[in-house]
T-cell receptor, first 114, second 113 residues
């Protein structure tokens, strides 16, 4: 069974540019989560999808961040325009409905904003 | 709001030494607790979890953790570490709405051969 995959693994962009991160959850997992870890800090929740619906987006930092999950499969997280403080590692996780507490994580995307 | 504290940010041990990593949580509801591990270059993966029942939980690779309700703690232990245990370890609790996890800041464990 394929695990959670994320693309790209690394992204280096300049302040003001746009970046789109992608997450492919484990097949059949309706729950999809985005987290972020800024260097030296804890991993923080961004948002939670159940299928294509946003269940909880209270962790999104501001309106420069837009997450989508069209069709309830893969998800994208767009940052537009990127700021220096957006640098960090963005993790995606997925789980089955009813097993929301057992989350499987992807390898993360390391975003560097210069 | 839920929170998790990991007091050790970097632990350095020699092989065969015993390990205990501290985790304290603040949570008002039903307690579920997790330890995740991230080996160098790998995904974050679940090491062990506590949902209910026996407060001493066994995980993969010889790790165990004990839930002590009176101390709000869920410390991770291993009697004899190996070089391959070098990794970052995270304690986590779920939020009141099922789904989101609250993580501690992580503990980097370095084991010297």
């Amino acid at each position: 069974e394929a695990g959670v995959t994320q693309f790209p693994s690394h992204s280096v962009i300049e302040k003001g540019q746009t970046v789109t991160l992608r997450c492919d959850p484990i097949s059949g997992h309706d729950n999809l989560y985005w987290y972020r870890r800024v260097m030296g800090k804890e991993i923080k929740f961004l948002l939670h999808f159940v299928k294509e619906s946003k269940q909880d987006e209270s962790g999104m930092p501001n309106n420069r961040f837009l997450a989508e999950r069209t069709g309830g499969t893969y998800s994208t997280l767009k940052v537009q325009p990127a700021e220096l403080e957006d640098s960090g590692v963005y993790f995606c996780a997925s789980s089955q409905v009813g097993a929301g507490l057992s989350q499987y994580f992807g390898p993360g995307t390391r975003l560097t904003v210069l | 709001a839920q929170s998790v504290s990991q007091h050790n940010h970097h632990v350095i041990l020699s092989e065969a030494a015993s390990l205990e990593l501290g985790c304290n949580y603040s949570y008002g509801g039903t307690v579920n607790l997790f330890w995740y591990v991230q080996y160098p270059g790998q995904h974050l993966q679940l090491l062990l979890k506590y949902f209910s029942g026996d407060p001493l939980v066994k995980g993969i690779k010889g790790f165990e953790a004990e839930f002590i309700k009176s101390k709000f703690s869920f410390n991770l232990r291993k009697p004899s570490v190996q070089w391959s245990d070098t990794a970052e370890y995270f304690c986590a609790v779920p939020g009141s709405t099922l789904g989101r996890l609250y993580f501690g800041r992580g503990t980097q464990l370095t084991v010297w051969p």
